[in-house]
Antibody, heavy 117, light 105 residues
Framework: EVQLVESGGGLVQPGGSLRLSCAAS????????MTWVRQAPGKGLEWVANINQDGSEKYYVDSVKGRFTISRDSAKKSLYLQMNSLRAEDTAVYYC??????????WGRGTLVTVSS | SYELTQPLSVSVALGQTATITCGGNNIGGRNVHWYQQKPGQAPALVIYRDSNRPSGIPERFSGSNSGNTATLTISRAQAGDEADYSCQVWDSFVVFGGGTKLTVL
């Protein structure tokens, strides 16, 4: 089955760190750009970061630059998001998605990150 | 950065046609994609490149794009179409509209 499954979310204090993972299956992971998108409670979708097929290109929304790092492991068919110096405004459901020529054609179910003391 | 404008909410009577707009500067010159998100679920692609439907998406869903407005049209609206709909373009990175809540009356 073609799917993406996120994990690693949870409750973290401001200033803390979390590492999200996204496991891909059912397709050739190394052929695709991959993307993280987040959705704060009651808000719209926000692109966070993306990475190209071999990990040599990485892009971030301004609000997370210097704090978040996207990476991938093709052998494990996995996408990651290392999140440091977390803030309350980072509270959101984080989705990983497959990027096909500029649109996101496959999404995971998401993992909730809550930043609170 | 490029901005996309959507109405916060749209209502449609059961069986009628819903129209959801997505405004942007000369958006007609860009590829527009649409996502459906039902409560508690992840987004799902319903239209790509203005007017193309992924497999499994009913023909009732259609899209168009011209000038400063892209449009998602849902014909013969059903209760199961109630959801948030978001448009998206590529502008050096993925850009989403704010989303429109569709209510089927």
């Amino acid at each position: 089955e073609v799917q993406l499954v996120e994990s690693g979310g949870g409750l973290v204090q401001p200033g803390g760190s979390l590492r999200l993972s996204c496991a891909a299956s059912g397709f050739t992971f190394s052929n695709y750009w991959m993307t993280w998108v987040r959705q704060a409670p009651g808000k719209g979708l926000e692109w966070v970061a993306n990475i190209n097929q071999d990990g040599s290109e990485k892009y971030y929304v301004d609000s997370v630059k210097g704090r978040f790092t996207i990476s991938r492991d093709s052998a494990k068919k996995s996408l990651y998001l290392q999140m440091n110096s977390l803030r309350a405004e980072d509270t959101a459901v984080y989705y990983c998605a497959r990027d096909y020529a500029g649109y996101l054609d496959l999404w995971g179910r998401g993992t909730l990150v809550t930043v609170s003391s | 950065s490029y901005e996309l404008t959507q109405p916060l909410s749209v209502s449609v009577a059961l069986g009628q046609t819903a129209t959801i707009t997505c405004g942007g500067n000369n958006i007609g010159g860009r590829n527009v994609h649409w996502y459906q998100q039902k409560p508690g679920q992840a987004p799902a692609l319903v239209i790509y490149r203005d007017s193309n439907r992924p497999s499994g998406i009913p023909e009732r869903f259609s899209g168009s794009n011209s000038g400063n407005t892209a449009t998602l049209t849902i014909s013969r609206a059903q209760a199961g179409d109630e959801a948030d709909y978001s448009c998206q373009v590529w502008d050096s990175f993925v850009v989403f509209g704010g989303g429109t809540k569709l209510t089927v009356l």
